[in-house]
């Protein structure tokens, strides 16, 4: 078979795949030259999804009458003209294919007006083959009509699918150009109805419009910048986590990308506060000098490659950390009841007995193991007689505050409030407010400014516990508290070779754990912080974590989750008895505690009842 040149049409469909994949690929491209052509309003009109008919009316700068066939060629652009301008480029389009490449697979007009001109301009193309220019009513910018995506390719045209399906990518791509360019008002209309309409306005109002009211709730504003770069937007709490990647837009210069690094930086920031089947939410942009980035990876122009991978990696996942890591209470009102999830209707729901002990008020609510019967008879609720009060003095809880500002929740000892001499200065009370009670030894509530808290307090003390034993561990102070008793257990062949080979690695983490015969272990000595949980359990997971990874590894890459359980076991667990200070103690240490929102696991700790939420629900006032 003899080598030939192919024709110039098929040639030009070729390249077509490679950018116009579906009516949406062609609707970026042609979205991007608007944009690049300074459009502050741009008008789209579908039709059966894009398949049928695309058409784009932009008021940006337009095309020279004598530049409209060249616009149609391929390989011919005003954005860049040598390589240097390449290496640097700052607009979206700049490969001179897009159009050309729509052209040979879609029957496309161009009409277009420069300012200066008394009247507008227009081009046909059919099958690669342009027509004439003629003159055409036009006020001002470029209108680009598309019509029959595909129709002399039918092998091509077969893969699309339905109108509604086609539409939907449509809608997506013009979204992420909307979130990239608040600057400009974009309208989306299908089959003559308009869908979509988004005003000029900020990068934070665009993206709260384009992601809705529930992603505004749960979303955390950052913003910093590290010399050339910058990284700013809305990155969602983990309670509203997704189960896809549908709420995901990350810019880089203003174009949207998918890029595999820049994706592993995020889930590292978020790996210990979300769960490990969810999936983020957020809008973050990128800016960064053009020439630092090479958007000519792919024809698409959604991958990029950095100068610089290791550097942007480390700058996107420490600012994420940060931004994730805040203060809790700082986005309080942010915080929707609706994020507690479903997986507290499982926990123990074996009820303690509870004691409830104030300045003034003792409250003492008991259980039965049988079931609670009518009134008069010998089982079933008691409670001792209690003033109703409508709130504790705000004295006591300021006397509270002071006394338990500096204590530490390592052991959940119970605290006593040293008295206060002189008059109490009442001040707005701190973020998680101050206890009221502890409900079926699982849950804490509290009473701030807005309403009612209620926490989860395993969760939200093994999430304390958890960003302890890191920075103890980073610094190298673990401390070990010395068991007065060994405790001794039978171990499995694999967990005598894990202990014998972790020795020293366990001494790092505050550990001591010694064989005392050929099949039993003994743990000597507990990480100070956890000293009061359950010392086979605990030593059995280490062993276990080791075993699976391997030291070395357990010791490096796997090390978060080596200490996400040693303090999921360290955590206080349900049915625990906490004091009033007790469970102010924790309150305390939440709202000093890095990513305190959420557990290890990314479940939160914690949900705001507001008492609008309140009233709505008792229908006071109605």
């Keep these: 078979m003899s080598i030939r040149l192919l024709p110039d049409l098929l040639v030009s469909q070729i390249a077509a795949g490679e950018v116009v994949e579906r009516p949406a690929s062609a609707l970026k491209e042609v979205l991007e030259n608007s944009l690049d052509a300074g459009s502050t309003e741009i008008r789209v009109d579908l039709e059966e999804g894009g398949i049928k008919l695309i058409r784009v009316v932009d008021d940006g700068s337009g095309i020279a009458p004598e530049e409209l066939p060249l616009a149609l060629t391929r390989h011919a652009t005003s ?55 003629e003159p055409a009513a036009l006020s001002r910018g470029t209108v680009i009509e598309a019509r029959d995506l595909f129709f002399n390719t039918p092998a091509r045209r077969k893969f699309l699918k339905t109108a509604s399906t086609e539409y939907g990518h449509c809608d997506e791509t013009l979204r992420r150009l909307a979130l990239a360019h608040p600057g400009c008002a974009f309208t989306l209309a299908h089959n003559g109805r308009v869908s979509r309409r988004y005003a000029v306005s900020d990068w934070q109002a665009r993206a709260l419009e384009v992601l809705g009211d529930d992603f505004a709730e749960a979303a955390r504003t950052l913003d910093e910048a590290a010399g050339p770069l910058r990284l700013f937007g809305l990155a969602g709490l983990p309670a509203y986590s997704r189960a896809g990647r549908d709420a995901q837009y990350l810019f880089v210069n203003g174009r949207f990308v998918r890029d595999k690094l820049l994706n592993h930086a995020i ?39 950095f100068r610089d991978g290791r550097g942007m990696h480390q700058f996107v996942r420490h600012v994420l950390e ?22 507290i209707q499982n926990r123990n729901d074996n009820q303690g007995n509870q004691e409830y002990q104030g300045q003034t008020t003792i409250v003492r ?38 006394a338990l500002g500096s204590r530490q929740l390592d052991s959940l000892s119970p605290v006593r409030p040293e008295p206060v001499e002189g008059p109490v200065d009442v001040t707005t009370p701190p973020p998680l407010g101050y206890a009221l009670a502890q409900l079926s030894g699982i849950y804490v509530l509290a009473q701030n400014d807005r309403g009612l808290i209620v926490v989860d307090m395993h969760a939200a003390h093994e999430r304390i516990l958890y960003e302890r034993l890191k920075t103890a561990f980073n610094r190298r102070q673990v401390a070990s508290q010395p068991l007065l008793i060994p405790v001794v257990f039978a171990a499995t062949t694999l967990e005598m070779s894990a202990a014998e080979e972790a020795r020293e690695a366990f001494s790092r983490m505050g550990f001591e754990i010694a064989a005392v015969s050929p099949t039993h272990l003994a743990v000597r000595a507990l990480p100070s912080m956890l000293k009061d949980a359950d010392a086979e359990t605990l030593a059995r997971e280490v062993l276990k974590d080791i075993h699976e990874f391997g030291i070395s590894e357990a010791m490096t890459a796997q090390r978060n989750q080596l200490l996400a ?27 000093a505690t890095e990513r305190a929102d959420q557990c290890n696991h990314g479940r939160p700790t914690w949900f705001q009842l507001s008492l609008a939420d309140l009233d709505k629900h008792f229908m006071r006032g109605q």
């Design 365 to 402: 609510a008991e259980t039965v193991d049988k079931p609670w019967s009518a009134p008069g008879s010998q089982r079933g609720w008691s409670q001792a007689s209690m003033p109703l009060h409508a709130t504790e003095p705000a004295a006591y809880y300021q006397m509270v505050g002071e």
């Design 79 to 133: 954005k860049i003209s040598n390589l240097q301008e390449l290496e640097s480029v700052a607009s979206l389009g700049f490969r001179g294919e897009a159009l050309a490449s729509i052209a040979s697979i879609a029957r496309v007009e161009l009409t277009s007006r420069v300012n200066q001109q008394q009247h507008a301009w227009k081009l046909g193309a059919l099958d690669g083959v342009m027509g004439q220019v």
């Design 565 to 591: 359980t040693l303090a999921c076991h360290g955590a206080v667990r349900a049915n625990r008895r906490l004091t009033l200070p007790e469970m102010n103690a924790l309150l305390r240490d939440m709202e």
């Design 322 to 343: 940060r931004a994730l890591g805040k203060d809790v209470g700082k986005d309080l009102a942010r915080m929707p009841a609706a994020a507690l999830d479903t997986e």
């Design 267 to 305: 889930r590292e920031a978020y790996r210990d506060v979300l769960h490990h089947d969810r999936h983020p939410a957020y809008v973050l942009f990128l800016e960064l000098p053009p020439e630092g980035v090479d958007v000519n990876v792919h024809p698409a122009k959604t991958e990029v490659r």
